[in-house]
């Protein structure tokens, strides 16, 4: 069928617009196309046999994992020790505040995979101090809203999995330790832009922490920055895979939580399970569809259609990576991150290697371009949680905003054209080898 | 309908409850067999894939029950309440056709593919049967909790 | 005019599109247009597309997919007669192993798959697996002793490494290289040409061709497609089929030798070992299995090696 790609499309759009819950959408677009060249029980047990494949996969198991981690940690008071940590380094220079709310945001990613996790536990913190210390609250909102996207590429990371998954067999390890440069540089470009923008404001500098209160609060954030070292240095050194890693993590987070900083009781195991059931099973309902939609793209060949369609605007790479970015930010700015990813992989991902890009470092240009989606009107889960955890209103949130987008922006094109940034440090820890 | 419904709930939360408990213990006892006992288990990476299949399956008709699935509502919050809620019924049938087609006949045909000519899983070499159950037995909770979100009066969910 | 269009034979697998499976299926789509006049088509879809090997098994058995090639490793869940090919050693060289693949043995294997609602078209050759180490070479059986092995998911697999003392580690073949690395395996087993392209002998330096198993691969087609053929479809696909096959036999030879040299300019230390020490290692677990339901077949096999 030639029209079976733009039936699939027109049917999904038609159904999400009708606030039909995204995976079944895909499902249903997906079931509507596939009956147009399978007959119908074929058809209905392939979809299903499907979704349950697309399950089948061991490395799928970290996303539960750094779900529950982080569901531990959001509410077992690890995110005020990274704060005064971060508060005892940076504290004192221009823009401080801002700083260190960019910084314990960053921090925070380190240990848990969720933006919108992030948002909520150091927003609710940080949003209310910098206000008291005469910061604009909106602007205060704006910089934990960006920030927070920068753990989407620091590891753990669920969307990487799920990228992983759809892209059929980029090493997870290899993305988890791609994902660290171009991490930290968006957070250094978010914190140049705080900096220029507090000194222009005249935002007020705090002073300097005396050492000793320095050494305190290093060693009171210890716990949690070694979870950081733990799943850095475990992935890295290869002691356990990414799955492995989260299973650590959560029993790490477990004996932090419940046994030494005490804030978690054992009554409370089972609502946080629940939970993690619950947040889990979104996403693996979303994988799910999306292997089976997958499946008809490639029965009918349509991902090839695109790639020709492409290629054939131009003949120059440079222009066709950025119509790419431009049309990612344009879906990123209507939808989640994981749906994209999974819809996305397997149209765009034959564009980019025929341009010579590697799975590697279009995954990771991919969830640098949808992390700015997630804190962009008019569908943005960061920016939701960004807005009730600030008590503000998008249209207050924009204009600051818009400088911290253009810092996002500067860094996804450095990302994008040059690879080395993405590819260099894996290849260094023998994970990678193109 | 209103108490089946309450058992229902408290049935599939405890459900996913056990099933994520069991797959944290068994990826645990892999690390541990493979770094402790350095006679890795073979079966724990199977039982872990199989539990994830389950929960995620199953989970789903748990976040549509508590209706935390994704989803859009740029364009339906433009609408009048009455249009609003004939579309919400519109999309709640479309769920139920989805679960019930799919999930529920197509889960069925993959389950007696699977019990006869059969097939085994490789470490364990349990039927698959056992794996696709899950999407009959999610199907038909989704149709259920689908029929009771229509027939739920209108006051009700405001 | 629905005569007109052509019939689509829609083939999946998992290797890429430079294999030697691949272009005999390619080979296989032109003979088939040309034995039908152009009324038959085959449409491939390579790198997995469609699945993995199991999945695409079951798409057969649904009818959404024509035919696929699949290692006799993916069938053992559908057919336990397949298992038969897992156990080390069973082939005592390559004629062996031919000759047994094309003669009745081989027959009434592929013919166990026809209950299975698929139907075991043809073999095609893998070549044979051995052990390829990071630290030092397996000279004979006991270099495997305590070393950690990576293994395909099979209890076979684990079976072989077990029986030489070693740890059986199962892992997924992406994550391969960078366990290797990493040393989290000591090691791992495969083909010439499989070692060659996952560049793991940049790593794994020391390759044994101990030729330990002989795993082949088959291609399998639906039933529901070559029942709704017609007398005449199903002879143009066979005689294809069969091109296919000789045209693929010639083409791994090719990329065995190629890939042993290319290791050997790359540097690889690749040993030819006295087998005799690997064949006794071995012999308890084949004593094992001889009281199986494998038993008879694995008997079967062994009376041909008189016959070389
Ligand atoms: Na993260
Ligand atoms: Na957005």
Not at chain 1, 328 to 357: C, K, R, Y
């Amino acid at each position: 069928m030639e029209y079976s790609g733009l039936i699939l499309l027109g049917v999904f759009l038609l159904l999400l617009v009708l606030h039909v819950p995204i995976s079944f959408s895909i499902g249903l677009a997906t079931l509507v196309t596939m009956l147009l060249s399978i007959d119908f029980m074929p058809a209905l047990t392939t979809l299903a046999q499907r979704m349950v494949d697309g399950l089948n996969s061991f490395a799928l198991l970290a996303i539960p994992f750094f779900v529950l981690s982080g569901v531990i940690m959001g509410r077992g008071g690890i995110a005020r020790r990274l704060i005064d940590f971060a508060m005892a380094y940076i504290g004192m220079l221009p823009g401080g505040l801002a700083l260190v709310n960019v910084a314990a945001c960053t921090l925070f990613g380190g240990i848990s995979g969720s933006a919108v996790a992030t948002t909520s536990a150091i927003g609710s913190f940080m949003i209310p101090e910098m206000e008291k210390k005469g910061y604009d609250r909106h602007f205060a909102t704006a910089v934990t809203t960006a920030s927070a996207t920068t753990g989407m590429v620091i590891p753990p990371s669920n969307i990487l999995i799920i990228f992983a998954i759809a892209s059929g067999g980029v090493s997870i390890s290899a993305l988890f330790v791609a994902g660290y440069l171009p991490g930290i540089l968006v957070s250094l470009a978010l914190m140049t832009v705080c900096a220029i923008f507090a000194k222009t404001r005249g935002y007020p500098v705090i002073a300097a922490l005396p050492i000793s209160e320095v050494v305190k609060r290093t060693w009171s954030a210890l716990p949690a920055l070694v979870l950081i070292v733990l799943v850095m240095g475990g992935i890295i050194s290869g002691i356990f895979t990414a799955t492995e890693a989260g299973a650590i993590a959560v029993v790490y987070s477990l004996i932090l939580a419940m046994g030494v900083y005490r804030q978690i009781g054992r009554q409370e195991l089972s609502s946080v399970l629940l939970k993690t059931a619950e947040v889990t099973s979104i996403v693996m309902m979303l994988i799910a569809v999306s292997s089976a939609m997958s499946w008809i793209l490639a029965y009918e060949n349509i991902p090839e259609v695109i790639t020709q369609v492409l290629l054939g605007i131009s003949d120059n790479p440079i222009i066709i990576l950025l119509i790419i970015n431009l049309m990612l930010l344009f879906v990123g700015a209507f939808m989640d991150m994981t749906p994209a990813v999974l819809i996305f992989t397997p149209i765009l991902l034959p564009v980019a290697e025929s341009l010579g890009m590697t799975p590697l470092h279009f995954g990771i240009m991919l969830v640098m371009n949808l992390s700015i989606g997630l804190c962009s009107p008019p569908v943005g889960s960061v920016l939701f949680v960004g807005c009730s955890v600030g008590k503000t209103s998008i249209a207050k949130v924009i204009p600051p905003l818009l400088p911290l987008y253009a810092a996002m922006f500067f860094v996804l094109m450095i990302v994008t054209y040059v690879p080395g940034v993405s590819e260099w440090l894996p290849t260094m820890a023998g994970l990678y080898n193109q | 309908m209103i108490p089946l419904l309450v058992w229902l709930d408290k049935a599939l939360s405890r459900l996913l409850v056990m099933l994520v408990a069991a797959i944290v213990i068994c990826v645990c006892w892999q690390v541990l067999s493979r770094y402790v006992t350095h006679t890795p288990s073979a079966y724990t990476e199977e039982i872990a894939r199989f539990l994830l299949i389950w929960s995620g399956i199953l989970g789903a008709a748990y976040a549509y029950r508590t209706g935390a699935h994704l989803g859009l509502d740029l364009l339906v919050n433009q609408f009048s309440t009455l249009w609003r809620r004939r579309i919400e019924m519109l999309v709640h049938i479309l769920v139920l056709m989805f679960s019930l087609l799919v999930m529920v006949v197509g889960g069925i045909c993959l389950m007696a593919l699977a019990i006869d000519p059969g097939q085994y899983s490789s470490a364990m070499e349990i039927n698959m049967a056992w794996v696709y159950a899950v999407l009959p037995l999610s199907g038909s909770l989704m149709a259920v909790y689908a029929l009771a979100a229509l027939f739920t009066p209108f006051e009700e969910d405001q | 005019d629905a005569q007109d269009t052509p019939r689509i034979i829609r083939v999946g697998h998992t290797l890429d599109t430079s294999h030697s499976v691949h272009l005999a299926l390619e080979h296989m789509a032109g003979q088939l247009a040309d034995y039908s006049d152009g009324k038959m088509q085959i449409k491939l879809y390579p790198n997995g597309q469609l699945g993995s090997e199991r999945a695409m098994v079951e798409l057969l058995q649904i009818g959404s997919l024509s035919m696929t090639k699949v290692s006799a490793a993916s069938l053992e869940g559908f057919v336990p007669q397949m298992k038969v090919f897992g156990v080390p050693y069973l082939f005592r060289s390559d004629q062996h192993r031919w000759q047994v693949l094309e003669s009745s043995i081989g027959q009434d294997i592929l013919n166990a798959t026809r209950s299975a609602r698929f139907t075991g078209m043809a073999y095609m050759d893998a070549g044979s697996r051995s052990f390829y180490m990071t630290q030092d070479p397996v000279n004979r059986p006991a270099d495997v002793k305590g070393k950690k092995i990576r293994v395909m998911n099979s209890p076979m697999a684990v079976q072989l490494i077990d029986a030489m003392q070693g740890a059986a580690t199962p892992l997924g073949w992406g994550e391969l290289y960078a366990a290797l690395q990493q040393g989290v395996v000591d090691g791992a087993e495969n083909n010439p040409p499989s070692y060659y392209s996952s560049r793991h002998y940049e790593i794994a330096g020391y390759y044994t061709l101990n030729e330990h198993a002989s795993i082949p691969d088959v291609i399998i087609a639906s039933n529901h497609v070559l029942n709704s053929l017609s007398k005449q479809e199903n002879e143009w696909l066979r005689r294809a089929m069969k091109d296919a096959v000789n045209k693929q036999r010639q083409l791994w030879n090719e990329a065995e030798q190629q890939a042993l040299m290319k290791l050997a300019r790359a540097g690889v230390s690749i040993s030819r070992p006295d087998k005799t020490p690997f064949y006794q290692a071995v012999e308890p677990l084949h004593q094992q299995l001889s009281e199986t339901n494998l038993g008879p077949l694995i008997k079967r096999i062994k009376a041909m090696r008189g016959e070389e």
